[in-house]
């Protein structure tokens, strides 16, 4: 059973940065299997932040693009945060599932996912 662990999040002030980890323990997750991360704030539907395929493809939700960077190595998915604005607020959840899943698909397709982790940004 594959278990997603995320980490990093916290409070920082408007303009600042944080680094989100997101560790998969318990099986190895394949290879071609898409990575991605999501948020919601309360109240809120979770929508897609960012996503990455196993060749290394990126995408982006379009409120994030130039801050944000999301990485792969091994079990490991990351999001590097930056420029961080008090909308950002909310918890942030990594998911993985088939290599077919892009940002743009219904959170429901993804197989795993995290506890998450909560972002607030003060302004």
């Not at 002030?13 to 309360?42: D, E, K, N, V």
């Not at 088939?98 to 982790?117: H, I, K, M, R, V």
């Amino acid at each position: 059973q594959v278990q997603l662990v995320e980490s990093g999040g916290g409070s920082v002030q408007a303009g600042g940065s944080l680094t989100l980890s997101c560790a998969a323990t318990g099986y190895t997750i394949h290879s071609t299997y898409s990575m991605a991360w999501f948020r919601q704030a309360p109240g809120m539907a979770r929508i897609g932040v960012a996503c990455i395929d196993s060749f290394g493809g990126q995408s982006y939700l379009d409120a994030v693009k130039g801050r944000v960077i999301i990485s792969r190595a091994l079990n490991t998915v990351y999001l590097q945060m930056s420029g961080l604005k008090p909308e950002d607020t909310a918890m942030y959840y990594c998911a993985t599932g088939p290599p077919e899943l892009w940002l743009g698909s219904d959170p429901a397709d993804f197989n795993y996912w995290g506890q998450g982790t909560q972002v607030t940004v003060s302004s």
